[in-house]
């Protein structure tokens, strides 16, 4: 391997390797001749065997990535839960007292838990590892004096690389050489805007990232133009891969609903403890033996823990996983489903995220001020050009249209075509821009070629600011060129109006670009005139020497300023729509990106986000902070943060926490990484999302469509309401099981149940039920609710309110049934069998009861949930069977009953029903409005 030029001394050589050193910290602020000897390289190329050796040192040129968790570690993944730790404690308490039955019951709730989130979740990783782009990268690049092309993965340091347009550029490169050569760095910084590269500059060591015009960094697309430069860094040494090492590894917080589960658990835990003791307590100090009181413990905590809520958890957020994947969000852990539903604030990438990022020409404005607005999207060249504010169309207003639309289509670099039934483009943003506008108006490049053919070309540069094309017109050489205002304005001598060719009024038209840019417009002059000199013979045609002619910037004078295009990353159409859902839904809606204020203020007025400069906070302000209360006061007040870097998103998410908001991040670029990580919920894009962004979130939106962020909103807080439901079903038919218990324990009773009659009631009869329950459709309104407060509990004030008058309605009735089978001389076994059945028809009824919180049972469909009808009939079916088999009716100690007897324990259970009737009726009329999920 080539070593590095020697010095003369040890004391000059310790002063190289230091600088050295620096070098490859900042290669933007050293020369590509210092680092080609740094690394032992030369502009032929390294050598195959220094190649070799190299890849074996450094490893291969791949991005870091998490390792996904394998099937096995899924499923015991699925036993991490504080309610799982509870069942297992009641499963190995149940074994230790040999009641074998009650312990196989469950462990068969825990497996069958464990194997609905296994499949879920190991589906869903599947699902996310598609949307990667299994597609190898290949470049150019020099070795052993010549070009081969091929797989990124095998550059090294010291590569040199050639880059052309349409390359992903494959690591971080010190450019040495570039010729108009043009890069979209978005994804990684955040700016639309692609930048112009120069090889020649050597910049200062605290360059900003978006600033190093000599460095094209990995992960970012050539626009345009060409390059080729030596390799500084690859893999985790690139930009990208120190964000993507920073937040592969770092653990995502924990779900809204893991919070307030655990909190639940604990609650669950403690009044189980409580109240066993305390039965214990009363029951010892009647004498009652010590076998007896461990019977009662066990049967209290059958009572009390909801065992199916683990099984019915799983497959309601299963379910709504399902409902978001057909709507174009992909669930990558299953707790993150409920999530996004409960998030109070969204922080949004703006590029290709709200934006299309994909500039189009959206105003164009002549001298004579006549404005005009263009319609259609981005990439479809269709699309209508109107007056602004309706003005009448004048013929000559329509020819400065074709003749500004000439121009754009003629100083032009860029490809625009129909194949293969749609539109492909290829070549600068802004050039692609100008071939649609003027396609929209029925003006093609190719046509333009035909009857004005090309003669000589100025291309772009980013010193000269506009490029021209020189053409035959009729006869005569014709420039047209497309440039910055500032730059055209001395080129010209006239202005185009609607009377003609006017001398120019450079202040008019300055006047207009500025409006145009205060606007969030990046603004686009268009001129042309016939060319003024030539070097061919007075006695010959144009047409017969053009080869002769001399076209150069110094032959650009007297020419006539057609009109001004302004050219903006338009906002998606359906962004608007979405960000107001998601401001009547109570969700507020922050736009971060690294764009310019302006451009940015310009974006939200139109999605609507913020209307005045006040609602802005830069980048440099947060720079200018020195505590975090005042970052957290600049961000309680924006709605658009512009000129922000990638460690400023995290601190913003951080501040919006600090703040009290469950904070969701969306964006698609590897800038966006870190925010996503240490949001509550990370939403990334998946179609033009980096692989970064992706592995880094927990939900991938596959269409990138911001409105399918509000579909997620609705589907999490559907998710979350079914939980609910799911809940106060076993909870309070739970309480209502305690209720019995302590009214026959106050009333020197024996066991109203047996703790396996409690483990069939919740795991089977119930349990169908709950899982059924866990399909329920949303009831229309999960939009028009605030976002619960983050601190709200599990157990607000309404679901405690249902559970006590619930479990009293069913403890009391089903008590005092118990009670008189007992007086009138029913025996022990026989009473039990009665009370077990009212208490499955009890679940049978309470379900319908579950279906709102508000709405009246007799308001919803049966049929929109038929699923609920028939495990409803099911799980009384099962029962019913349960007393007619030989060996489960010994087990469960129950049997058959007479059609009079069940019908009459059917009219006590619909008891229930009117009373939990009432309770709705009377809260919506006395106690509160309309419930919403922000009341306690």
Request: glycine share 6%; aromatic share 4%.
């Amino acid at each position: 391997m080539r070593q590095p030029n020697e010095t003369g001394s040890e004391g000059s050589s310790r002063k190289k390797s230091t600088e050295d050193s620096a070098s490859l910290t900042a290669p933007h602020a050293a020369g590509p001749d210092d680092l080609l000897a740094l690394l032992s390289s030369s502009r032929h190329g390294l050598t195959q065997a220094e190649a070799e050796e190299r890849l074996k040192k450094y490893g291969p040129n791949a991005m870091p990535k998490a390792k996904p968790p394998g099937l096995v570690k899924v499923f015991i993944h699925q036993f991490a839960s504080p309610l799982i730790y509870i069942l297992v404690a009641a499963a190995a308490f149940s074994i230790l007292i040999q009641e074998w039955s009650d312990a196989i019951f469950i462990g068969a709730v825990l497996l069958v838990n464990a194997i609905i989130g296994t499949i879920q979740e190991f589906s869903a990783q599947r699902a996310a590892a598609a949307l990667a782009q299994l597609v190898a990268t290949n470049c150019r690049v020099v070795r052993d004096s010549d070009t081969y092309e091929i797989n990124a993965h095998q550059l090294v340091p010291g590569d040199i690389v050639q880059l052309e347009s349409g390359d992903s550029v494959p690591a971080d490169i010190r450019l040495f050489a570039c010729h108009d050569l043009e890069v979209d760095e978005s994804l990684l910084t955040g700016e639309s805007i692609a930048v112009s590269k120069n090889a020649d500059k050597t910049l200062a060591d605290d360059c900003a990232l978006g600033d190093r015009i000599n460095m094209a960094f990995a992960g970012t697309l050539v626009n345009r133009g060409r390059g080729s430069g030596i390799v500084v860094g690859t893999a985790i040494h690139t930009q990208l891969g120190h964000i993507a090492e920073a937040v592969l590894n770092k653990p995502p917080p924990k779900a809204p609903l893991m919070i307030r589960m655990e909190k639940f658990t604990q609650k669950i835990a403690i009044l189980v403890a409580c109240a066993a003791l305390l039965m214990a307590a009363v029951s010892l100090t009647r004498g009652m033996p010590a076998g007896e009181i461990f019977m009662l413990a066990v049967a209290l905590a059958v009572s009390a823990i909801p065992e199916g809520l683990p099984v019915a958890l799983t497959v309601a957020l299963a379910i709504s996983m399902h409902r978001m994947a057909k709507r174009n969000v992909i669930v990558r852990r299953l707790v993150a489903v409920e999530a996004l539903g409960s998030c109070t604030y969204i922080a949004t990438d703006k590029t290709g995220t709200l934006t299309e990022n994909q500039l189009t020409a959206r105003r164009i404005v002549f001298p004579d001020n006549a404005e005009w607005e263009v319609g259609g999207d981005s990439l479809t060249p269709e699309g209508a050009i109107t007056p602004v504010n309706n003005l009448p169309v004048h013929s000559q207003n329509s020819a400065l249209i074709n003749r500004l639309c000439q121009a754009a289509v003629l100083a032009n670099e860029a490809f625009l075509g129909h194949r293969d039934g749609g539109w492909v483009h290829y070549g600068d943003a802004v050039d692609v821009a100008l071939l649609v506008l003027a396609h929209k108006r029925g003006v093609t490049r190719a046509e333009s070629l035909t009857t004005t053919p090309e003669l000589d070309v100025i291309p772009f540069e980013s010193s000269r600011q506009f490029s021209a094309s020189l053409n035959n017109l009729d006869g005569v050489p014709c420039a047209y060129v497309k440039g910055a205002v500032e730059k055209l304005l001395p080129l010209c001598s006239q202005m185009a109006t609607d009377e003609g060719d006017l001398p120019i009024d450079p202040a008019i038209l300055e006047a207009q670009a500025t409006a145009l840019a205060n606007q969030g417009y990046r603004v686009i002059a268009l001129a042309s005139g016939p060319l003024t000199t030539t070097v061919a013979s007075n006695e010959s045609s144009p047409q017969e020497n053009t080869n002769d002619l001399l076209f150069g910037e110094e032959q650009l004078s007297s020419l006539t300023l057609i009109g001004l295009v302004g050219i903006i990353d338009p906002l998606r159409s359906e962004a608007k729509v979405a960000v107001a859902a998601c401001q009547d839904a109570g969700v507020k809606v922050a736009m971060v990106t690294g764009d310019h204020p302006l451009t940015a203020l310009s974006i939200s007025r139109e999605a609507a986000l913020a209307d005045s400069d006040q609602q802005i906070v830069t980048g440099p302000q947060l720079k200018q902070t020195t505590s975090n209360d005042v970052v957290d006061q600049l961000t309680a007040r924006a709605r658009v943060f512009a000129r922000v870097e990638p460690q400023q998103k995290l601190d913003i998410v951080e501040s919006l926490q600090r703040n009290g908001h469950f904070v969701a991040v969306s964006g698609d670029g590897a800038n966006d990484a870190p925010a996503l990580r240490a949001a509550h919920v990370g939403v990334a894009m998946g179609k033009s999302g980096t692989d970064v962004a992706r592995e880094t979130a927990e939900l991938v939106i596959t269409d990138d469509n911001f409105a399918s962020i509000v579909a997620g909103i609705e589907e999490g807080r559907v998710a979350y309401s079914n939980v609910r439901k799911v809940t106060f079903l076993l909870i309070s038919t739970g309480a209502a099981e305690i209720v019995l218990f302590i009214l026959a324990l106050l009333s020197g009773l024996p066991l109203p149940l047996l703790a396996v009659q409690l483990l069939w009631l919740n795991l089977v009869t119930n349990g169908i039920q709950d899982v059924a329950l866990a399909f329920e459709p949303g009831e229309g309104d999960e939009l028009t609710h605030r976002p619960r407060d983050p601190q709200e509990p599990m157990f607000n004030r309404i679901m405690i309110e249902r559970v006590i008058v619930s479990a009293l309605v069913m403890g009391v009735v089903a008590f005092t049934i118990f009670k008189m089978l007992l007086d009138m001389g029913v025996g022990i076994d026989e009473a039990r069998n009665s009370t077990l059945l009212l208490m499955v028809l009890f679940e049978n009824v309470h379900v319908f009861n579950c279906r709102s919180e508000t709405r009246s049972a007799f308001r919803h469909n049966l049929m929109r949930n038929p699923i609920l009808l028939f495990g409803t009939l099911t799980a009384q079916l099962i029962h019913i069977g349960a007393m007619y088999t030989p060996w489960l009716k010994d087990v469960l100690g129950v049997q058959p009953v007479s059609p009079e007897h069940w019908l009459e324990l059917l009219v006590l259970a619909l008891s229930l029903l009117a009373v939990m009737e009432l309770h709705k009726w009377f809260r919506h009329r006395f106690v509160l409005p309309p419930f919403s999920a922000s009341n306690k």
